[in-house]
């Protein structure tokens, strides 16, 4: 595995929880809410070979999306929490079981 792979998804799971502005953290969940349905789509499409375009295999990609998931509440009130914030937990539980 190619560990720069593993150092951005790091990353963005770390920057939705320490000390992050919540505008930050609204932009980190969208884009891979974007991403994410994109990804629904194709495998819709192409089945498990969908998983063979990436670096990192299906249990990887789920590590990262559930990571992000665990941390993108933290530090924010309940008022701040932008609806599709449970859109990505839904589709991450429709893409990954």
């Not at 990505?88 to 539980?93: A, I």
Request: proline share 2%.
């Amino acid at each position: 595995m190619n560990i720069l792979w593993l150092d951005f998804p790091l990353c963005c799971a770390s920057w939705t929880y320490y000390g992050s502005t919540f505008h930050f953290k609204y932009l980190i969940v969208a884009d891979r809410l974007e991403n994410l349905l994109d990804l629904e789509k194709d495998f819709q499409l192409k089945g498990d070979s969908v998983w063979k375009s990436f670096n990192a295999g299906k249990e990887k990609q789920k590590w990262y999306n559930v990571s992000i998931i665990e941390n993108m509440y933290a530090d924010l009130a309940d008022e701040d929490i932008p609806g599709y914030f449970l859109e990505y937990e839904e589709t991450v539980r429709r893409v990954f079981g």
